[in-house]
């Protein structure tokens, strides 16, 4: 079987409300909620055979995943020593063996947090750990995003963030009090469910900047 790659996103405050006071967002709980925790169940159960050599299983810890460890050693109907040996070597912390895509707060702390965000943007969709959805929302929310972060993501996922102060600067921008611009914006979002969508940053040049007034 895979080794587990656990990655937990930035949590959400819709769930918030319905999280807290739980484990659900457990580093544990989340190798669960992904189904990775297979390998470690199967090692568990083979353990409980009083015919499968110890040393046989034992040996195998090394080469699991931290989470698959901490999973073990959380099992109350795990054997004894199985438990034992598994919380010897399971990690102190937990949360250090997920994967996340970093808050605000901890983007603070990076010597450059926009490279951070831009690679999480350029990461390829068969290798990304993290679903497109969840990079956008992310980079949407962040502080440290900028104008070269949102032209990359697709226009909709803009345009429809709870954040109205994201788009509408840029569109004012652009657009004015030109009602023939603002048509034109229409236009290019006016797209079937097989059509291409377009990015922001395709959006944006579909339409000129207008002339700054003449002083003269």
Known sequence: ???PA??????S????HFTSGTDLNSPVRLLETHFQHRRAAALTALASNPHTPRTAVTDTLPALHPLELAWISHQHNAADWLHTAAAALAPADDNEAVLRLLTDDELDRQPDP???LQSWLDAPESEAVWTSDEVYRAILKSRHHTTEHLRQLPADEVLTH???DIAVPHLLTRCGTQTERWNTLLTALDYGPTDDKITYGQLLDTVQAPAAASTA
């Open 13 to 16: 405050p819709r769930l918030a």
């Open 6 to 11: 656990v990655v937990a996103s930035p949590p």
């Open 114 to 116: 926009a490279a951070v």
């Open 1 to 3: 079987m895979e080794q």
């Open 162 to 164: 709870n954040e109205t």
